[in-house]
């Protein structure tokens, strides 16, 4: 599949996150050259990269060139493990890590890179390298490390496609909700992958894209990605999603996930729940795809995930000319809900396909 875009990548001789501001889509498609720790936290708290395994890369990259780019540490010929080394890492992780609350890919991503640091400080114990060669080591093992989590991401979407596409049958109408796409991942997307593989294979798919307020993911991001590979591809307004799954239109709903818990209960863009309520009465499958990364074995129920609060002005005043709501008003904006397991057909991963109970199959898959 040719895609003309990539959300996110790094420059590594210009020590640089390169970055589709996707808070300008679909009207500008502008990259961004991000070199600092705040540039890189910006763009995630902002949402100009955003998508759960999308800003666990992200925050890989971002770590790595948090030490990248700082000349301080690492020089001269004084032997042995260069200390500073440990506070510097400490502190992208710590700042990287309040990024964002809801999707774990951003923990799971900078855990990674840790334990990739410690691993190497182990096997330094007691070495006698001059700095300088610390510092190109440590460099280049999490560099490695940050390649590898973003092409084991797009490795993994790939075959959450083809899981997915098992489930779908041709000619199928198709609902989703924000973006679950590409611009969310390293490449394919989780809930959007079957689609692409579908559309390369001849299914004939009909897209429905929920706008997803507030921020309009699917109306921004979802329509112009689909639309770029030439997607059959109809959005409609959020309130609108049962009207089309009561008129037939709609044999399956397909989400991507922020945090799926032990038992299943998965937390996703908000307005991700109440589709899957009403999915479940008119009797149509709703199904989860999300990698192994998402999946946080930590957290037994939907109960211990943390969901982000965002600014008021984002329903008040974004996409309008003028605000829209009087001054002061009060506004709740939560940015994901929970979608209860019972109400979840499937989990689709990289290593295969979760059913009920999930608390056995996500087990069972996240140890194979
Ligand atoms: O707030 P966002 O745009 O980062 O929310 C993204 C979603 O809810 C996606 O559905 C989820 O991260 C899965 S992306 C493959």
Not at 49 to 57: M, T, Y
């Amino acid at each position: 599949m040719t895609l003309k875009f990539e959300p996110v990548r790094l420059d590594d001789g210009a020590g640089a996150l390169v970055v589709l501001d996707q808070t300008l889509l679909p009207s500008q498609t502008h990259y961004l050259r991000l070199c600092t720790l705040e540039e890189i936290w910006e763009a995630i708290r902002q949402l100009r990269v955003r998508g759960a395994p999308a800003i666990g890369i992200a925050a890989a990259y971002g770590a790595y060139l948090a030490l990248r780019n700082n000349p301080d540490w690492g020089q001269g010929a004084r032997p042995g493990w260069p200390a500073e080394v440990d506070s510097l890492f400490a502190a992208a992780k710590n700042r990287l890590a309040n990024s964002r609350p809801t999707a774990v890919n951003l923990f799971w991503a900078l855990d990674r890179m840790e334990g990739r640091l410690n691993a190497l400080r182990s096997e330094a114990a007691g070495g006698a390298s001059a700095g300088t060669a610390w510092r190109a080591a440590i460099l280049a093992v999490l560099r490695d490390e940050a390649h590898a989590i973003r092409n084991e991401d797009e490795a993994a979407c790939r075959s959450i496609g083809e899981h997915g596409l098992s489930l779908l049958k041709k000619g199928w109408g198709l609902l989703t909700h924000c973006n679950a796409g590409a611009l969310a991942t390293a490449r394919y997307g989780t809930a959007l992958a079957p689609i692409y593989l579908g559309q390369e294979r001849g299914y004939g798919f009909k897209v429905f894209a929920g706008e997803t307020r507030p921020l309009l993911q699917g109306a921004r991001l979802t329509a112009w990605e689909l639309g770029q590979a030439g997607v059959d591809l109809t959005l409609i307004c959020d309130n609108m999603s049962s009207i089309v799954m009561k008129s037939g239109k709609v044999q399956a709903v397909l989400v991507g996930c922020d945090r799926v818990a032990a038992n299943g209960d998965s937390a996703n863009k908000i307005g991700t729940s109440g589709l899957a309520v009403l999915a479940a009465h008119y009797d149509i499958p709703f199904y989860i795809h999300a990698p192994l990364s998402t999946v946080d074995l930590a957290c037994a129920t939907g109960a211990d995930i943390r969901i982000e609060e965002r600014p008021p002005e984002e329903v008040t005043e974004a996409w309008y000319a003028k605000p829209m709501a009087p001054r002061g008003v009060k506004v709740y904006n939560p940015a994901f809900d929970v979608t209860d397991a019972s109400l979840i057909g499937a989990i689709i991963t990289e290593r295969g396909i979760a059913y009920p109970p999930y608390g056995e199959s996500l087990g069972r898959l996240s140890r194979a």
